[in-house]
């Protein structure tokens, strides 16, 4: 597959990497050489120094061969324009990052689409879903769904007082619990653990379970006590906080502290939500100590800020206070990893969601859904299993499937169902695969005829 990355940007370059593993023909385009110069010393790509809107330069990367064509630089508009031209000389799909939410709206797809334009991605959007998807759930860290929920996977770090503590996976086994452990990240590192394994404190450990039995699972882990967040805080007033807010179910109330006036102005125009559902104070969100009563029945902070140490600083005070859910927003990839051992709940990174989000779409596998998971640095995919493929032949534990993966669950006419040894796959199965430093070309041979 034939990939061209036009700009060398934070979400390019990530994007870059992820795919790089992949074997993918990948070309990234910038007109500056000093931002190309990471990916040369570091991933096995080509770098073309030329401008993506140039024709000359387009063809000279060979856009008329490319299977996609990913324009992710911060200028919409540049973006849209190089995307257009892509198409126009035979780029066979293309994706567009913008950054305004009315290009997003379902009445404009038709003309994106006439423009050459095949989806396009705004980060700012996927951002506030990831954050309001965290606080639903106030107890759980990452929350992905498989084929509309039929099967959920979570991440939810584990402490002392849970019940499944110094456990060894083989005993809950025995124990039939309602759910498959697929992943425990401890210490900093993931590992796909095996049945002498135990799960110890501070693990953020990844479940496979329906959605059933999670009041289960949230008394095992020791959360019975965490109560779905109504009233939340938000320090920093950007695009950002404005989706987040925007995405919101009704039940969730919301207090802003920003401090520029003008972008107060603008969130009440656009947001035009009733004052019993949102609060907005002009102030500097970093001094919260000046907000602590205005915090009393918060519920979740949530600092979005343009500045990753003052977002994981106003979590780590925002705790002290006694706040138990907290999300962050970190830029910064050298702080996601110390934010996490320093026990801030949620860190949303908006480079890392929209690769994420574009990769999706880019990979040749016959999948319904794929997901990298931040700071986890794994794969959740679903593949459908074809009819004569090897994953049909043999039950589970006779497959002999490679180290550094695991099989989750899968979904059957609907209905999900925890994979264990003695299951045999059948064709049209849709099965959840775990999976580490793999490659997922690799994976998909045992799917494919």
């Known amino acids: 597959m034939k990939i061209i990355i036009a700009g060398a940007s934070p979400i390019g370059i990530h994007l870059a990497e992820l795919l790089s593993r992949e ?25 073309l120094n030329i401008s993506p809107s140039s024709i000359k330069g387009l063809k000279e990367a060979g856009v008329a061969d490319a299977d996609l064509f990913i324009a992710t630089s911060t200028e919409e508009h540049y973006n ?8 126009k000389l035979g780029a066979k799909k293309t994706i567009a ?20 334009i095949s989806s396009l991605i705004y980060p700012e959007q996927l951002a506030g879903q990831e954050i309001i998807n965290s606080i639903k759930t106030s107890w759980i860290r990452q929350w992905w769904e498989v084929e509309d929920g039929a099967l959920v996977l979570i991440g939810v770090k584990v402490r002392q007082n849970a019940s499944i503590i110094d456990t060894s996976l083989k005993e809950l086994g025995i124990q039939k619990m309602p759910f498959h452990v697929v992943a425990i990240k401890r210490n900093g590192s ?64 919301f207090k802003i ?51 990753s140490e003052h977002n994981i600083l106003a979590c780590l005070t925002a705790k002290s206070f006694g706040v138990r859910k907290t999300v962050a927003m970190v830029d910064n990839f050298e702080y996601l990893n110390m934010a996490e051992s320093l026990d801030i709940g949620t860190l949303i990174n908006k480079k890392t969601i929209t690769a994420s989000h574009i990769y999706q779409e ?13 700071l986890a640095n794994a794969d959740v995919a679903v593949f459908s299993a074809e009819e004569g493929s090897k994953i049909t032949k043999k039950q589970v534990k ?9 099989l989750g669950g899968l979904v059957r006419a609907g209905k999900g169902m925890l994979i264990k040894g003695t299951t045999q796959i059948e064709p049209s ?17 045992y799917f494919k005829k």
Request: proline letters at 2%; one cysteine or more; a negative charge.
């Open 362 to 374: 880019m990979l040749d596998a016959d999948k319904t859904n794929l997901k990298w998971i931040a």
């Open 190 to 253: 993931m590992i796909i653990p095996h049945g002498d394994d135990m799960i110890r404190h501070l693990d953020i450990v990844y479940f496979m379970a329906s959605k059933q039995d999670l009041p289960r699972i949230k008394q095992m882990v020791g959360k019975e006590d965490y109560r779905d967040v109504k009233n939340i805080a938000i320090m920093g007033g950007g695009k950002v906080a404005y989706h987040t807010v925007l995405q919101a179910p009704g039940y969730m109330r």
């Open 429 to 445: 199965d849709k099965v959840v695969v775990f999976c580490i430093n793999m490659k997922i070309k690799n994976i998909e041979k």
């Open 23 to 47: 074997e993918q023909d990948i070309i990234v385009m910038d007109s500056d050489a000093d931002k190309l110069s990471e990916l040369d010393d570091n991933f096995d790509l080509l770098t």
């Open 97 to 116: 990052r913008v950054d305004n939410y009315e290009y997003m709206q379902d009445e404009y797809k038709e003309m994106f689409t006439e423009l050459g």
């Open 257 to 307: 502290v920003e401090i520029d006036e003008k972008r107060i102005n603008e969130l009440h125009q656009k947001l035009n939500i009733s004052n019993d559902r949102l609060m907005i104070f002009r102030g500097d969100g970093r001094d919260i100590s000046k907000f602590k009563e205005e915090y009393q029945n918060i519920e979740a902070f949530v600092a979005l800020t343009g500045n």
């Open 398 to 406: 006779d497959l002999g499937m490679p180290k550094g993966m695991t």
């Open 80 to 87: 849209i324009t190089c995307c257009t031209m892509a198409h």
